[in-house]
């Protein structure tokens, strides 16, 4: 007969092997490029009517399902909490944010001193994190909110204040009452209170004007968090939201960003083919061509 200690040794085997079977599965990826066509037809949350006489522009956001060139990368078991908690059409476990569609987005990942860095998913070779990543398999979405032109400088002016004077470090503690939080969100609340901002999976006794008026900023951050954080304190939708909604932004995942007052839904593509199908949806949808130079493609 099998000791307890040869039972646990297989089922902890079975286990591991089912888990890596898994996340083979979720990275398996045609690579095709696809465009849609939500901008035309339909936002995910209606937006606030914008004055005809002021000025928009677009704030991006990057959803991704990395890869991992080697299944034991220990960053497959966040990948796993964070996806096995995921609320949304997609499968994605992190997040980045960026101000065109050149491939150039800030995301907050392990790695390096300054954690808060670009994300280029052409050339992985200056961000420590995306380097273990297979730019083949992995799959990215892109979003994207319209805002006022005034709040989309102020977002783009607060990312820039945290790479120049606060040394962003990636919370490893926080993923625990935020992957708590999700769990029971996904696993323990009906479908029909499962949907971003519901009340009742809310901490009543948070104070979300501590965080609108801090005294000053926080360093800490998982990749959503950071990106809930500045658009909380930028864009008054999005604020507004949190408010009536009393939403801590620590506990925002990736997947969360879909469904965003406003935000509509690009295109999608592997990492590799990200420049090909940046340039395929802005020469189908010329209204955003201002926003991708099609130089890097050559470079």
């Given at each position: 007969m099998c000791s307890v200690t040869e039972k646990i040794k297989r089922v902890f085997r079975t286990s591991l092997?089912?888990?890596?079977?898994?996340?083979?599965?979720?990275?398996?990826?045609?690579?095709?490029?696809?465009?849609?066509?939500?901008?035309?037809?339909?936002?995910?949350?209606?937006?606030?009517?914008?004055?005809?006489?002021?000025?928009?522009?677009?704030i991006f956001f990057r959803l991704y399902n990395p890869c991992y060139s080697s299944p034991l990368n220990v960053t497959n078991l966040l990948k796993f909490g964070i996806s096995t908690t995921n609320l949304s059409e997609i499968f994605v476990s992190h997040a980045a944010m960026g101000f065109d569609l050149n491939d150039n987005f800030y995301g907050v990942t392990l790695g390096g001193k300054q954690q808060l860095k670009l994300e280029i998913c052409t050339d992985l070779s200056n961000n420590p994190y995306m380097r273990k990543c297979d730019p083949v398999s992995s799959e990215l979405w892109v979003y994207a909110m319209k805002v006022p032109r005034d709040e989309y400088d102020a977002?783009?002016?607060?990312?820039?204040?945290?790479?120049?004077?606060?040394?962003?470090?990636?919370?490893?503690?926080?993923?625990?009452?935020?992957?708590?939080?999700?769990?029971?969100?996904?696993?323990?609340?009906?479908?029909?209170?499962?949907?971003?901002?519901?009340?009742?999976?809310?901490?009543?006794?948070?104070?979300?004007?501590?965080?609108?008026?801090?005294?000053?900023?926080?360093?800490?951050?998982?990749?959503?968090?950071?990106?809930a954080y500045v658009l909380m304190r930028n864009v008054e939708s999005v604020r507004d939201l949190f408010i009536e909604k009393n939403i801590n932004y620590r506990y925002v995942v990736p997947g969360d960003f879909t469904v965003f007052p406003g935000v509509i839904k690009l295109f999608y593509s592997s990492w590799e083919d990200y420049l090909i199908a940046a340039k395929k949806f802005v020469d189908e949808n010329p209204d955003f061509a201002p926003y991708f130079n099609d130089k890097e493609l050559s470079e």
């Open positions: 092997f089912a888990l890596l079977a898994l996340l083979a599965y979720s990275c398996r990826t045609t690579r095709t490029v696809q465009i849609f066509d939500d901008y035309k037809e339909k936002v995910t949350i209606e937006a606030p009517e914008l004055a005809a006489d002021e000025d928009e522009a677009y977002t783009r002016e607060m990312v820039q204040f945290f790479l120049d004077n606060i040394i962003v470090k990636y919370s490893v503690m926080q993923n625990f009452p935020y992957t708590g939080y999700n769990i029971k969100r996904k696993f323990f609340t009906s479908k029909k209170n499962q949907n971003f901002g519901n009340r009742n999976l809310t901490n009543k006794n948070y104070n979300i004007y501590k965080d609108l008026r801090p005294k000053k900023e926080p360093r800490y951050f998982v990749c959503s968090t950071f990106m």
